[in-house]
C-alpha cells in the first residue's frame, strides 16, 4: 500500500507522524510526505529516506487580515498541488497529523475519494482536523478529549519512540535528578523562574535544562552552587534525559507529557498560557487527573511555584509517579494506527 502522510511546523505535529511512517515502512508500505518548505519535517524527513513533497500553506489562526487573505489563495493552491501528488503518486491512504498543512490536504484527499485519516495530538481537537473530521474515516486520539468523542474516533495514543528502560531507581545516596524543558522552543518563563524555585530546595540536586535555541545566555548562573546543571539549547534525544531524570519540570505538549508519563515520570507542568485552544492546560489537566504530576500556571505565583515543587520532593510524589500505570499505551500507538487503516471497511 501506498501512504500520503500529511505533518509540517513542530515537532509536536512531525515527530508523531514520523514514528507512524517507520511503521508502515517496517511493514514494506511505501510512505511519501507533504509538508511545507519552512517547517522542522525538512530536517527530519530526509534523514529517514522518505520522499518530501511540499505544498505553499501557511497558518492562518491569530494572523492579521492581510496574512489571512494571502492564506486563502495558498490554500486554493495546495489543494490543487495536493490532489496532483494525491493522483501522480497513486496514493491508497492519506494520513494528517493536524496543523495547517493538514487542512489542503485532507480537502484534496476527500476529492479524489481516497480514505482519510486524522491523528489528534492534543486533549482538544485542533482547527484543520475540527474541519476535516466529517470527512475523515476515523480520527485516532493521542488523549481523550475533553469533548465527548464521536464513533469514528479511536483512542491510540501518541506514537512515540519505543523504550524498554522505564522505571527509575532510587537506590544509593544519589542527588535527585530533575529534567526541565520548554519543548522545541524553550520557554523564557521556565529558563528564568524554575531556577530559583530549585535553589530553595536547598539540597543537592543535579539538572539538565534544555532552555531553546539562542536562549542559554545568563540561565546557568541563576542556579546555585549546589546545584549540578547542564544548560543545552535543544536535545538531540530528549528521551533519553526522561530516562535519566526522577521527574521533569516541562511545558505541556502532547508528545512530550506522553513520553514522559510512558516512561513513568511524572512532571510539574507548566502550561503554556498563550496556546491555541488553551490546549496546553487540558493536556496538564489530563495528566493530573491520571496522578502522574502537578499543573503550575503562569497567573500564580512565583512562590507557589517553589511550594508544587518542594511538595513533590518532601512527599516524594515522584517515587509515586514512578509506580503509576499509564492510562494509555503511547508505544503502540502507530501499530494500532496501521492496522485499523488496513482493517477492511
Same mark, same amino acid.
Given at each position: 500500500?501506498?501512504?500520503?502522510?500529511?505533518?509540517?511546523?513542530?515537532?509536536?505535529?512531525?515527530?508523531?507522524?514520523?514514528?507512524?511512517?517507520?511503521?508502515?515502512?517496517?511493514?514494506?508500505?511505501?510512505? %511519501?510526505?507533504?509538508?511545507?518548505?519552512?517547517?522542522?519535517?525538512?530536517?527530519?524527513?530526509?534523514?529517514?529516506?522518505?520522499?518530501?513533497?511540499?505544498?505553499?500553506?501557511?497558518?492562518?489562526?491569530?494572523?492579521?487580515?492581510?496574512?489571512? &487573505?494571502?492564506?486563502?489563495?495558498?490554500?486554493?493552491?495546495?489543494? =490543487?498541488?495536493?490532489?496532483?501528488?494525491?493522483?501522480?503518486?497513486?496514493?491508497?491512504?492519506?494520513?494528517?497529523?493536524?496543523?495547517?498543512?493538514?487542512? *489542503?490536504?485532507?480537502?484534496?484527499?476527500? %476529492?479524489?475519494?481516497? *480514505? =482519510?485519516?486524522?491523528?489528534?495530538?492534543?486533549?482538544?481537537?485542533?482547527?484543520?482536523?475540527?474541519?476535516?473530521?466529517?470527512?475523515?474515516?476515523?480520527?485516532?486520539?493521542?488523549?481523550?478529549?475533553?469533548? &465527548?468523542?464521536?464513533?469514528?474516533?479511536?483512542?491510540?495514543?501518541?506514537?512515540?519512540?519505543?523504550?524498554?528502560?522505564?522505571?527509575? !531507581?532510587?537506590?544509593?545516596?544519589?542527588?535527585?535528578? &530533575?529534567?526541565?524543558?520548554?519543548?522545541?522552543?524553550?520557554?523564557?518563563?521556565?529558563?528564568?523562574?524554575?531556577?530559583?524555585?530549585?535553589?530553595?530546595?536547598?539540597?543537592?540536586?543535579?539538572?539538565?535544562?534544555?532552555?531553546?535555541?539562542?536562549?542559554?545566555?545568563?540561565?546557568?548562573?541563576?542556579? #546555585?552552587?549546589?546545584?549540578?546543571?547542564?544548560?543545552?539549547?535543544?536535545?538531540?534525544?530528549?528521551?533519553?534525559?526522561?530516562?535519566?531524570?526522577?521527574?521533569?519540570? #516541562?511545558?505541556?505538549?502532547?508528545?512530550?507529557? #506522553?513520553?514522559?508519563?510512558?516512561?513513568?515520570?511524572?512532571?510539574?507542568?507548566?502550561?503554556?498560557? !498563550?496556546? %491555541?485552544?488553551?490546549?496546553?492546560?487540558?493536556?496538564?489537566?489530563?495528566?493530573?487527573?491520571?496522578?502522574?504530576?502537578?499543573?503550575?500556571?503562569? #497567573?500564580?505565583?512565583?512562590?507557589?511555584?517553589?511550594?508544587?515543587?518542594?511538595? &513533590?520532593?518532601?512527599?516524594?510524589?515522584?517515587?509515586?509517579?514512578?509506580?503509576?500505570?499509564?492510562?494509555?499505551?503511547?508505544?503502540?500507538? !502507530?501499530?494500532?494506527?496501521?492496522?485499523?487503516?488496513?482493517?477492511?471497511?
Amino acid at each position: 500500500m501506498k501512504f500520503l502522510v500529511s505533518a509540517a511546523g513542530t515537532g509536536g505535529h512531525v515527530f508523531p507522524a514520523m514514528k507512524f511512517c517507520q511503521e508502515c515502512i517496517s511493514e514494506n508500505h511505501e510512505v %511519501i510526505w507533504l509538508g511545507t518548505k519552512t517547517g522542522i519535517e525538512n530536517s527530519v524527513v530526509p534523514k529517514n529516506n522518505i520522499e518530501l513533497l511540499t505544498i505553499p500553506m501557511s497558518g492562518f489562526r491569530g494572523k492579521s487580515l492581510l496574512i489571512k &487573505i494571502k492564506s486563502l489563495f495558498g490554500l486554493l493552491a495546495s489543494i =490543487l498541488k495536493s490532489i496532483y501528488f494525491i493522483l501522480k503518486y497513486k496514493v491508497n491512504f492519506v494520513i494528517c497529523f493536524g496543523g495547517y498543512v493538514s487542512l *489542503p490536504v485532507g480537502l484534496a484527499a476527500w %476529492i479524489c475519494r481516497k *480514505p =482519510l485519516f486524522l491523528h489528534e495530538q492534543n486533549t482538544v481537537i485542533g482547527t484543520s482536523n475540527k474541519i476535516l473530521q466529517r470527512f475523515a474515516r476515523n480520527i485516532f486520539l493521542g488523549f481523550p478529549l475533553n469533548s &465527548i468523542n464521536k464513533k469514528n474516533m479511536i483512542l491510540v495514543g501518541n506514537p512515540i519512540e519505543k523504550f524498554t528502560k522505564r522505571e527509575p !531507581s532510587f537506590e544509593g545516596l544519589r542527588p535527585l535528578r &530533575i529534567y526541565v524543558t520548554g519543548g522545541s522552543q524553550g520557554s523564557e518563563y521556565l529558563n528564568l523562574n524554575i531556577p530559583e524555585a530549585i535553589n530553595s530546595l536547598n539540597r543537592p540536586i543535579e539538572v539538565r535544562h534544555q532552555v531553546g535555541l539562542g536562549k542559554s545566555k545568563g540561565v546557568k548562573e541563576l542556579y #546555585s552552587d549546589q546545584i549540578s546543571v547542564e544548560i543545552v539549547e535543544f536535545y538531540d534525544s530528549p528521551q533519553d534525559s526522561v530516562i535519566w531524570s526522577d521527574f521533569l519540570i #516541562s511545558r505541556a505538549g502532547a508528545l512530550s507529557l #506522553s513520553e514522559a508519563v510512558s516512561l513513568k515520570r511524572g512532571a510539574l507542568i507548566i502550561p503554556l498560557p !498563550s496556546a %491555541i485552544d488553551n490546549h496546553q492546560l487540558l493536556n496538564a489537566l489530563n495528566i493530573s487527573q491520571q496522578k502522574m504530576g502537578l499543573v503550575h500556571q503562569e #497567573s500564580e505565583s512565583v512562590e507557589l511555584l517553589a511550594q508544587k515543587l518542594q511538595m &513533590i520532593v518532601e512527599k516524594n510524589l515522584y517515587k509515586e509517579w514512578a509506580i503509576t500505570d499509564c492510562d494509555i499505551d503511547h508505544f503502540q500507538a !502507530s501499530r494500532t494506527m496501521l492496522s485499523s487503516i488496513l482493517k477492511p471497511k
